[in-house]
């Protein structure tokens, strides 16, 4: 999450509930609808127009900052050796697999 408490001065919850939810919002693509109710199931009783908010003004930093951790499977295929081999998958076996 965030390290820079500054940028949460002046906002009712502390920064990590903040960050939590705008995690939630970019990580798993939820609605601000559904990040309420898990807040709320944990005990944090916030409104959804307020994660809204917390999305927008915080939202591209981490946006940018899972970009950057992310590691992308299916980017990269490869070309392997063709031969008979039963261990293997079919995949293998015609010389193709993904990394990952």
Known sequence: MMKNHTDYRGFRYPPEIIGYAVWLYYRFTL????????????????????????CIRFGLNYAR????????????????????NRRKSALVDLGLWQSG
């Open 31 to 54: 609605s601000f609808r559904d990040i309420e109710d898990l807040l709320a199931e944990r005990g944090v009783t916030v409104s959804y127009e307020a994660i809204r908010l917390w």
């Open 65 to 84: 900052q899972l970009r950057k951790k992310s590691h992308r499977f299916g980017d990269h295929w490869y070309l392997g050796v063709l031969g008979p």
